[in-house]
């Protein structure tokens, strides 16, 4: 990772209120058994669960960068990031994978991009702004691109 520039992703802060990250199921279904199950006596082998990362800053550089070099953009997201798994979720390299919008949160959404014929990122619909977007329910504040549906 370049550790010169600051990375594109940050810790989601654990300590605040309300801040689930999935923690608790694996043990709460075994533990009141009679008999030991071989995870509680010998531990499981599964795999390590990565929890509390938010691609936020990501997704605005990469939003930044549209009508731009994908090689380079590639290159530089990839040296900043702990892997590159992030930035095909809003960017797609086949055609038939374009979304017009990615959800990446429970109420945060951003423009779809792709990488058009001439290896140039591109928006898969320029005209998609938050104004025209209408929430899916009224409890959460859902945004575009970090603006509010229905606002500028």
């Given at each position: 990772?370049?550790?010169?520039?600051?990375?594109?992703?940050?810790?989601?802060?654990?300590?605040?209120?309300g801040?689930?990250?999935?923690?608790g199921?694996d043990?709460?279904?075994?533990?009141?058994?009679?008999?030991?199950?071989?995870e509680?006596?010998?531990?499981?082998?599964?795999?390590?669960?990565?929890?509390?990362?938010?691609?936020t800053?990501?997704?605005?550089?990469?939003?930044?960068?549209?009508?731009?070099n994908?090689d380079?953009?590639?290159?530089?997201a990839?040296?900043?990031?702990?892997k590159?798994?992030?930035?095909?979720?809003?960017?797609?390299?086949?055609?038939?994978?374009?979304?017009?919008?990615v959800?990446?949160?429970e109420?945060?959404?951003?423009?779809?991009?792709?990488?058009?014929?001439?290896?140039?990122?591109?928006?898969?619909?320029p005209?998609?702004?938050?104004?025209?977007?209408?929430?899916?329910?009224n409890?959460?504040?859902?945004?575009?691109?970090g603006k509010?549906?229905?606002?500028?």
């Amino acid at each position: 990772m370049n550790r010169d520039k600051k990375p594109l992703y940050r810790k989601v802060n654990t300590r605040a209120r309300g801040v689930i990250h999935n923690f608790g199921s694996d043990f709460k279904y075994s533990r009141n058994k009679k008999r030991e199950t071989v995870e509680q006596t010998k531990g499981s082998m599964q795999g390590k669960k990565e929890r509390g990362l938010d691609y936020t800053p990501l997704f605005r550089f990469l939003l930044s960068k549209v009508g731009k070099n994908w090689d380079d953009i590639f290159s530089e997201a990839s040296s900043r990031l702990d892997k590159t798994e992030p930035i095909f979720w809003i960017v797609a390299l086949d055609e038939n994978e374009k979304e017009e919008y990615v959800r990446t949160g429970e109420s945060s959404f951003f423009s779809g991009l792709y990488v058009d014929v001439e290896n140039n990122l591109q928006l898969t619909n320029p005209n998609l702004i938050a104004k025209d977007m209408i929430p899916y329910c009224n409890c959460c504040t859902h945004t575009l691109n970090g603006k509010v549906f229905g606002t500028e």
